[in-house]
C-alpha cells in the first residue's frame, strides 16, 4: 500500500444509497439536491486530498429534519456525513462511499446566551465569527479561534483549537454539552448546562472530536468568556527557533498567562514581510497577546520582555490600541496568504503536529532539515504554547511525484512527533489524511474506539471512512 | 421502592467469586487477604450507606499485578473493585456483589516529572499531599484538591475537582492521559504526551469520571502549574447568600482570575467561628484566593473589594505572607470538625450538586428553607465560582427516621438542582448515592453510557452496582 493509498479509500458506493435517496426524496423533495457542482461542493475541497462527492445533499432546518435523515440512512445502510462549512483540512467531508451530505449551515441560530453563567446555546451551523458578532453586546465572547471562520458543529466534531488554546483551551475545555442524534436516531443530550459534573460517563467529551462518526450533534451549549478590559500584543524577534522555545518554555514556567503565544520561523517572516510588508528582521518571531487589566498586561509584557532579552531575543514591539494591534498581527493573520508568495502557482497544504514543549525546538529543526533535503518549500508557524505547529508545503498539486514527496514529508513529520511522544495531529484531526499513523499513536487504544464505533453505529453509516484505518 | 432501596443494593453474592479466589490465592499466596477487618476498611465507610464489604482484598503492586488480578475475576465473572484511600462519599468501594478489592495504594510512586512541559507521571496510589511534597522542589504544583487526601488515581475515576477547579479546572481537565487495564485485560494507553491532540476518541475523559467500571487506571499523566509568585487570600461578609453570588458573577464577568472563591452560610459560618475562634461577623462570607505577581493579586484583591462593597458586602480583610493566609483559610479547612459541633455526637453526611451559577442563590436559599422544614441541620459551603456547592447534614446515624429524612432532603435537592438545569453531583460523583437521579439528569444518554459499558465490560465485573440503576 502506498501512502497515497492510505490517504484516501478507493470510491466504494454503498448498495442502500438509491433506497435511501428515494426514501428522503419522498420526504425532501427538491430540498434534496443532486447536482454535480453541489454534491462536489460538499465533498473535500482544501488541500490535496481528493474530492469524493456524495450522491445527494440536504440541507437540515431543525433537529426533527436530522433525525428523519439519520432514520432513512439508518434504515437503508446509506452512509451520512455531516457538513459544516467544509474548511477541514483531513478529508473529513469526503463520501468515499458515497451517501448523504448533510448540510447544517442553515441550523445557525444563537438559541440562547445565560450571560451569568459565561455560556450560551447555539445550533450547529452557526460560525465562530457569527456568534462573536452576536454577542457583541453582553460583553462575552467565544474564544475558539481555529483560523477559518469554521461553524461551531465542525469545530466541536473536529476538537478544534487555534491561537488561543494556551490561554483558553480547546474544543474539548469549552463545549458544556450537546444534543446529538446517534446512528439509531436517538436524540440524546450529553450533559446539563452546570459547569462542571461528575455524573456518569463524559459523553460530551466521546462526542468533540468523534469526527461524525458517532452522532450529528445538533446542540451545542458553549462557555463564554468576559471580553478583558485590555489586550496587548507584541512581537519578538529571536536569534533561532530554539531561543524563542527556550523563551515560551520559561513565560509559562513564571506564570504569565499569554492569551496567544505563535512562532513564525524565519521563512514564514520572511513570507510575511514580503506579503504584508511589515518591518522585522528576518528571523523567526514570537507573536503575543496578553489578556487582563491594564496594569497587568503591561507588568506581563515586561516580565516576558526581560525572559526573551535572557534567551537572546527581542526587542518585543508592543501595542495595546485596537488598530495597532490589528496591524501587528495581520502578518501572523494573512500568513497563508503569504506563504503563497514563496510559490507563486503553488497550492498550501496545511499539516500539524503536537509535542511535547520541551520537544518542540528539536522536532521544528528537524522538520526544517527533512523540508530541506526533500526539496520542499515548508514555513513553519505555531500555537507553540501547547508544542503545536504546522507546516505548510508549498505544492504543485497537478505533478504527482510532488504530491508523494509531500506525502512522504508529512509520513516522517508525524513518526517524528510519535517518536517525540507527540500527536500526529494537534488540532486538524484525523480524517482521511492522518489514518495511517492512528495506530502507531495509540495502539490498542484504537480497538477501543473501534468497539464503541460498532456499538453505537453498527452499520458504520456515520461518516465513513474516517478516523480509522480500515473501516 | 424505597429512597433507601435505591441507595444501595442488597448483597448479591457471585458464583464465580470463590474460583477466582483460588485462582489468585495461588498466585498472590499470603498477600490475599480474607480477614473481615480489611475487607470491612474496603468496603464504604464514610456518611451513611452502609458498609458491604468484599470477599477479599489484594494491594497490587505494579500493573502487571493489576493485570493477573482482573484477568482472573474476568475469567471466573468475579466482581472487581479498585481501592484507593476510601475517602469516596457516595458508596464507591461497597462491594454490594462482593468480589475482589483491589487496593492500588502501594502503587504510589512518582515515576517522572517533565519540568519543561509542565507535565508528570505517577502511580495511581500517590496522594495529591505526597504528590506536591514530592514536586516542591520543581517549582510546580498539581492543584487540584479535593479536601480528602484523596489518591490521584481515585480522584480521576471519580472526575474530583474542589475548592481551585474555577481557576485550574477539574480532574477532566488536568489529565493528560492515563493506561487503564480494561475488563479482559487489555492494557490501553489513552494518550501521548502532548499537551493536546484531535488523534480519535477522547478515552482520557471517557475513563475519568468512570467510577472504576471501565477499567482499572495504573499510569496518569497530570498536568503541573508554576507555584504562583504571590498568592492573597481574604474573607468577605454579606448581608445574605443572593448578594455573595452577585458578586461571585460579577467578579468572574470582570475577568478576576479568582483561584479559589469559597462561599459558607451564616450557619457554616457560626460553627467556624466557634470551632476556628475567629473573628467574623455571623453572616455569609466569602473566602478567595488570588494567585499571581504581587502587583496582580493586589490590583486584583481591589478589585474584587470594590465589587464586595458594590453588592452591600465587605470589608474585605486580606493576607499576603502564609502564616497569615493559613488562619485566614483555617475556617474553611476546619469545617468538617467544625460543622460536628452544631450538634456533639451526630454524623456528618455530605452530598453536593452544582447549578448554573445565575441559579446558585435561589438553590441555596430553597435547599436552607427545606432544611428548616424538615427540621435538619445543614450548613452550606461551596465552590460558588463553578455552582457547586455542598450540604452538610448533621445526624444521628442510628437513627433509621432520621436517616429517612436525610434521604428525602438529599432527593430534592437532587430535583432541585435538575429543575434548576444543573447536575445531581458536581464533584463527588454517582456511587451508589446518586443512582436514583442519573436517568432523570440524562435520560436516553445513560442508555448509550450502558452501551459503552457492556461493550467494554460484558461480563460486568468491574465495579458492579455503581453509576447506573438497575445494573
Redesign the interface.
Known sequence: MTLADLRRDDPRPRAGTPAAIEALRARFGARLLTGEDVRRAHGHTTTYISNQMPDAVIHATSEEEVQAVVLACAAHGAPLVAFGVGSSLEGHVNAPEGGISLDLSRMDRLLKV??????CTVEPGITREALNAQLRDT?LFFPIDPGANASLGGMAA????GTN?VRY??M??NVIGLTAV?ADG??????????????????T??L???EGT?GIITKLNLRL??I??AILSGVCPFPDVESACRTV?QT????I?VARIELLDALAISAAISYSKIDLPHSPCLFVEL???Q??VA??AE?FGLIAAENGGGPLAVATKAEERAKLWKARHDFYWASLTLRPGAKAIATDV?????KLAVCIADTQADADEAGLIAPIVGHVG???FHVTLLIDTDDPAEIDRAEGFIGRLSRR??DL??????????GQG?RA??DD?????????R??K???DPGNILNPGK?FPNL
Do not use: W
Request: some cysteine; proline content about 3%; overall charge negative.
Open positions: 445565560d450571560a451569568e453563567d459565561f455560556d460583553g473536529t476538537r478544534a483549537s488554546a483551551g480547546t474539548r475545555e446517534l436517538r436524540i440524546v443530550r450529553t450533559a446539563r448546562r452546570a459547569k462542571k459534573t461528575a455524573a456518569g460517563y463524559d459523553l467529551r466521546l468533540v472530536g468523534s458517532l468568556y468576559g478583558p478590559e518554555i509559562i514556567q513564571a506564570g498567562p489578556h487582563g487589566s496594569a497587568g507588568e506581563q516580565f503536537c509535542v511535547p514543549i520541551s501547547d508544542g503545536n512527533a510519535l511522544d507527540g500527536t500526529c495531529t494537534g488540532e486538524h484531526g484525523i492522518k499513523y492512528l499513536e495509540l495502539g490498542e487504544a484504537v480497538d477501543v474506539m468497539q464503541i460498532a456499538v453505537l478516523i
